[in-house]
T-cell receptor
Framework: QKEVEQDPGPLSVPEGAIVSLNCTYS??????FMWYRQYSRKGPELLMY????GNKEDGRFTAQVDKSSKYISLFIRDSQPSDSATYLC??????????FGKGTRLHILP | KAGVTQTPRYLIKTRGQQVTLSCSPI?????VSWYQQTPGQGLQFLFE???????NKGNFPGRFSGRQFSNSRSEMNVSTLELGDSALYLC?????????????FGPGTRLTVL
């Protein structure tokens, strides 16, 4: 079983819809959870960071962490064509290396 | 403030050769991490350097090595290149070590091994 699982997509949704992206993980020691966005031919950029469990909201983005289920989510409200990108989840334990999911390709259809 | 810069942006090598990639972090950042990104394996952590010392290392063979200089610039070296080393190599910098919540990525170096 891989440490981090993420559906590669592609996921296509109409503009304005709510997007839900998810990752599952197996290592219960993970306590730092991140979502990155990567546009084609660019490096990833950090979107959201959450420590331990709970929700965090930033504008149209909401990150959720459920440590009991080993499941994290990223919600995008009022999706825009500019949100079309690959979204990578990532996580790490204290003082340990970061592990990334393989990324979900998202297409927002105008 | 200038972002993370990586040189060269594109590189073509043949099997058996070696390659050196360079990364200049954001001014003031002392941590540099290196990653390999491929369609099959995704984004994988190679190693992190902080104040010229390697702090963490991913599961890569010894052909992959790196170093960091006193000005925080970092280089990554891959010896005896294999076809499977073709990938996008990304570096990221942050002010503190293990600061994955505040690391900034460069645009990457696209390495093609023929």
């Amino acid at each position: 079983q891989k440490e981090v699982e993420q559906d590669p997509g592609p996921l296509s949704v109409p503009e304005g819809a709510i997007v839900s992206l998810n990752c599952t993980y197996s290592n219960s020691a993970f306590q730092y959870f991140m979502w990155y966005r990567q546009y084609s031919r660019k490096g990833p950029e950090l979107l959201m960071y959450t420590y331990s469990s709970g929700n965090k909201e930033d504008g149209r983005f909401t990150a959720q962490v459920d440590k009991s289920s080993k499941y994290i989510s990223l919600f995008i409200r009022d999706s825009q064509p500019s949100d079309s990108a690959t979204y990578l989840c990532a996580m790490s334990a204290k003082d340990d290396k970061i592990i990334f999911g393989k990324g979900t390709r998202l297409h927002i259809l105008p | 403030k200038a972002g993370v810069t990586q040189t060269p942006r594109y590189l073509i090598k043949t099997r058996g050769q070696q390659v050196t990639l360079s990364c200049s972090p954001i001014s003031g950042h002392r941590s540099v991490s290196w990653y390999q990104q491929t369609p099959g394996q995704g984004l994988q952590f190679l190693f992190e350097y902080f104040s010229e010392t390697q702090r963490n290392k991913g599961n890569f063979p010894g052909r992959f090595s790196g170093r960091q200089f006193s000005n925080s610039r970092s280089e990554m070296n891959v010896s005896t290149l294999e076809l499977g080393d073709s990938a996008l190599y990304l570096c990221a910098s942050s002010y503190l070590a293990d600061s994955y919540n505040e690391q900034f990525f460069g645009p990457g170096t696209r390495l093609t091994v023929l």
